[in-house]
């Protein structure tokens, strides 16, 4: 079992591309030495990220992302054990999307969204986690 988290929030600005890879060097550098796998996404001033490791790990990171002044209005979307880690062999993967295809996919793995619809005994996060796995499986990534 891994725990892992995926939240969604909104860049205080628009991100140039040298800010954003001077964000994935400084997540890869913390989450090789916190043994933390992961993916964000970026589109228009919006993020969404997957943290995979250790149950404690996870929630300091999570803590410490809390605190970044880069972003605000943190929403979790998952946050809980998983049977595994869907990249393991990314410190932190970034990829850039289409506003389009991200607020589709925001929109989609929500599951504040839909809960009244949703019955108790559906696994959420198991839809979730294939959903994102699907969503990067063909696009390039910087790892």
């Known amino acids: ?7 969604r929030s909104r860049a205080c600005h628009e991100m140039s591309s040298q800010e954003l890879s001077q964000l994935l060097r400084q997540s890869q550098r913390y989450n090789r030495r916190h043994r933390i796998s992961g993916l964000l996404l970026y589109a228009n001033q919006q993020f969404m990220q997957l943290l995979e490791g250790d149950y404690y790990a996870v929630k300091q990171l999570r803590h410490r992302i809390g605190q970044d002044v880069r972003h605000s209005n943190m929403t979790i979307l998952l946050d809980g054990p998983q049977p595994r880690r869907l990249f393991p062999d990314w410190s932190m993967g ?12 925001d929109g989609y793995i929500d599951p504040h969204l839909r809960a009244d619809l949703i019955p108790p005994t559906y696994n959420t996060g198991r839809v979730i986690m294939g959903l994102l796995e699907d969503f990067v499986a063909d696009r390039a990534v910087l790892v």
């Open 94 to 105: 970034l990829l850039e999307v289409d506003a389009a295809e991200f607020t589709w996919l």
């Open 1 to 7: 079992m891994v725990y892992s988290l995926i939240y």
